[in-house]
C-alpha cells in the first residue's frame, strides 16, 4: 500500500520506505548539502487536493512557467530534516 503501518518497519508502505531511503542516500553523500520539502497531494479525476492544507477539499491549480517547470500553486510544503519530521507532516 502506499502508507501500510508505521510499526512494524516491515508494514510501511512505498511513502514511509521512500522517506527512509532518501535520507539514507542523503546521510551517505558528504560532499553536498540538501534541502528537502515535504508536501502531499492528491490527483484524482484531473483535481488536485492539497492534503496538508487546513481544507484539503480546496482544488489547486498545475502552473508552469520556465524558471521552476511545473509546479501545484499554493502547495503547502514543509522543510525537514529527516525522516521522523516526515513522519510529523503527514500523521
Not at 480546496?58 to 530534516?81: A, H, I, M, P, W
Amino acid at each position: 500500500t502506499m502508507e501500510g503501518q508505521w510499526d512494524p518497519p516491515e508494514m510501511r508502505g512505498i511513502i514511509p520506505r521512500a522517506f527512509c531511503r532518501i535520507f539514507e542516500k542523503i546521510e551517505a553523500t558528504h560532499d553536498q548539502n540538501f534541502l528537502v520539502r515535504a508536501s502531499f497531494l492528491e490527483i484524482y479525476n484531473e483535481e488536485v487536493r492539497d492534503l496538508l492544507s487546513k481544507d484539503p477539499k480546496n482544488q489547486l491549480e498545475l502552473k508552469e512557467d520556465n524558471d521552476r517547470g511545473v509546479f501545484v500553486k499554493d502547495l503547502t510544503s514543509y522543510v525537514v530534516k529527516g525522516v521522523t519530521e516526515m513522519e510529523n507532516v503527514l500523521l
